[in-house]
């Protein structure tokens, strides 16, 4: 079974508000996860590290107050797409490290901005 | 830094037919190295990784890859493809070990035909 769950796997917004996608380490802790985006037709770039307990690291060219994100526990980290505008339709998905040498991906989540 | 490089963007092959699918890999140190799959609009599955050792990996769905470290590449290859496994490949490697994040290929798109 999935060991990194991620939520809503689909979701559909409107232009300028914001939505929320989670994922949950299920059945150990995760103090790093890692999020990405992807493009239609593209591939897989990191956006940031989330770090349960401190501030995320963005990678660059990523805005941080347009990419919010909180890892408020040790199971749960999320990404909040503030003002979302349809250029930020996209697949989203998350991976933390389960155990060592090992890092397993949500099922990720497809965002379509309206 | 990390890259990946796919050079086949889209692959097509017979159902029945042998694959090979390239990746070549920029790393100056030990490389982790995976090989995903991704169903159209489903998240990632990991087929196999190469940490140390063997260098010829056996994965699922009847894939295995080589790690050649004087050609930086780890080529996947299945002897048999299948319809079902028509989707697009991601060759990957981890920044440092294998719980950082992956820098991804741009990928190889896999048709099959009959």
């Known amino acids: 079974g999935a060991v990194v769950s991620q939520h809503p796997s689909r979701v559909i917004c409107k232009s300028g508000t914001s939505v929320k996608i989670e994922c949950r380490s299920l059945d150990f802790q995760a103090t790093t996860m890692f999020w990405y985006r992807q493009f239609p037709k593209q591939s897989l770039m990191l956006m940031a590290t989330?770090?349960?307990?401190?501030?995320?690291?963005?990678e660059q060219g990523v805005e941080k107050d347009k990419f919010l994100i909180n890892h408020a526990s040790l199971t749960l980290s999320t990404l909040t797409v503030t003002s979302a505008h349809p250029e930020d339709s996209s697949f989203y998905i998350c991976s933390a490290p389960v155990r060592e040498n090992t890092i397993y991906f949500g099922e990720g989540s497809w965002l379509t901005v309206v | 830094a990390q890259s990946v490089t796919q050079p086949d963007i889209h692959i097509t092959v017979s159902e029945g037919a042998s694959l090979e699918l390239r990746c070549n890999y920029s790393y100056g140190a030990t490389p982790y190295l995976f090989w995903y799959v991704q169903s159209p609009g489903q998240g990632l599955q990991l087929l196999l990784k190469?940490?140390?050792?063997?260098?010829l990996v056996q994965g699922i769905k009847g894939f295995e890859a080589e790690f050649k470290r004087s050609q930086s590449s780890f080529n996947l290859r299945k002897p048999s493809v299948h319809w079902s496994d028509a989707a697009e490949y991601f060759c990957?490697?981890?920044?440092?070990?294998?719980?950082?994040?992956?820098?991804f290929g741009k990928g190889t798109r896999l048709s099959v035909i009959a």
């Open positions: 989330s770090n349960e307990g401190s501030k995320a690291t963005y």
């Open positions: 990957a490697v981890a920044r440092s070990s294998g719980n950082t994040p992956l820098v």
């Open positions: 190469y940490f140390s050792g063997d260098t």
